[in-house]
C-alpha cells in the first residue's frame, strides 16, 4: 500500500509540471543501424554539474532500457544543451481610476503582478551520425525548472523528461 502511495504521489507531482517534447528527423533515416552511442566529449549542457550527472544517469537508464549500450566506438553521439527562460507574466489585476463630466474625460489604470512568473528549462537532445548523416533525430523537452528543488526533486523531472524524449525515438516514419 505505501509503494502505491509513494508512486501516485511521485506521478500527481510529475503530472503537475506538464514536460513538451518536440521531435525532429532526417527523412529516409535507417534507425536500426544505430545500436551504441556515446557522448561528446567537450558537451557544453548548459546545466550544473551535478544536473548533467542527474541526466546523464537518467538518459543512461533509458536508453538501456530500450536497448542501447553506451560505446567507446559508438554508432552515433548524443549532444545536449539547455537553456532557461522566464514566461512572459500572464497574472495580474487591473486597477483603474477614472472621471468625466461635461464632454471631459480621463482615466488612469495599472497592472499589478499576483504570482511570479514561472521558469522554464528548455534541453535539447541531438543523435549525430559524424560518419554519415550528420544530425539524425532532435528532442526538445520544455518544462518547468525550480532552482530551489531538492536533488530527489530534480532527479525524478530528469527521469520523468528522459522517459518522455525516448518515447519518441524511433520515430514512426
Given amino acids: 500500500m505505501k509503494v502505491f502511495i509513494a508512486l501516485f504521489l511521485i506521478v500527481l507531482m510529475v503530472s503537475c509540471a506538464p514536460i513538451r517534447v518536440n521531435t525532429d528527423f532526417e527523412k529516409g533515416t535507417d534507425f536500426s543501424k544505430y545500436k551504441t552511442y556515446s557522448y561528446y566529449g567537450d558537451m557544453k549542457t548548459g546545466l550544473s554539474e551535478l544536473d548533467t550527472k542527474r541526466f546523464l544517469d537518467a538518459l543512461d537508464a533509458k536508453m538501456a532500457a530500450k536497448g542501447f549500450s553506451f560505446s567507446e566506438t559508438p554508432d552515433f553521439l548524443v549532444d545536449i544543451k539547455s537553456n532557461e527562460y522566464q514566461e512572459a507574466q ?9 472621471g468625466g463630466g461635461g464632454n471631459v474625460g480621463g482615466g488612469i489604470s495599472i497592472g499589478l503582478p499576483i504570482d511570479q512568473a514561472n521558469i522554464n528549462r528548455q534541453i535539447i537532445i541531438d543523435f549525430v551520425d559524424e560518419n554519415g548523416k550528420g544530425l539524425f533525430w532532435q528532442a526538445v523537452s520544455a518544462s518547468s525548472f525550480n532552482p530551489n528543488a531538492s536533488p530527489e526533486k530534480r532527479e525524478q523531472l530528469f527521469n520523468a523528461i528522459a522517459e518522455k524524449v525516448l518515447t519518441q525515438y524511433p520515430p514512426k516514419q
Avoid at 500572464?90 to 477614472?98: A, Y
Wanted: proline share 0%.
Fill in 90 to 98: 500572464r497574472s495580474n489585476v487591473g486597477v483603474g481610476l477614472g
